[in-house]
Nanobody, 114 residues
Framework: QVQLVESGGGLVQPGGSLRLSCAVS????????MAWHRQTPGKQLEFVAL???????TYEGSVKGRFTCSREDAENVYYLQMDDLRPEDTAVYYC????????WGQGTQVTVSS
């Protein structure tokens, strides 16, 4: 059974940092990789970043240079390091494993506010 458990969200001031974690069980090396998405009320789900199984990272334009994807292979945990956070980054963030099927984490709230 595949499970994704997210953690690391919270409240942070503008300019601050957070690191989201997504612990994966049941899949050790997904075919396509791990993606991060976010959603705010009334808006569609938005792509944030992708880390392929080959280690290549792709970012949505507004987060490029501020967010970084990584993976701890030994623990099968993926991370999204978010620096220089802005109020418009406020959203619920979801991790998503893309294999033969797609699996989602439960989401974690990130609030950027002074």
């Amino acid at each position: 059974q595949v499970q994704l458990v997210e953690s690391g969200g919270g409240l942070v001031q503008p300019g601050g940092s957070l690191r989201l974690s997504c612990a994966v069980s049941g899949i050790s090396n997904p075919i396509y990789g791990m993606a991060w998405h976010r959603q705010t009320p009334g808006k569609q789900l938005e792509f944030v970043a992708l880390l392929t199984s080959g280690g290549v990272a792709t970012y949505e334009g507004s987060v490029k240079g501020r967010f970084t994807c990584s993976r701890e292979d030994a623990e099968n945990v993926y991370y999204l390091q978010m620096d220089d956070l802005r109020p418009e980054d406020t959203a619920v963030y979801y991790c998503k494993v893309v294999d033969v099927e797609t699996y989602w984490g439960q989401g974690t709230q990130v609030t950027v506010s002074s």
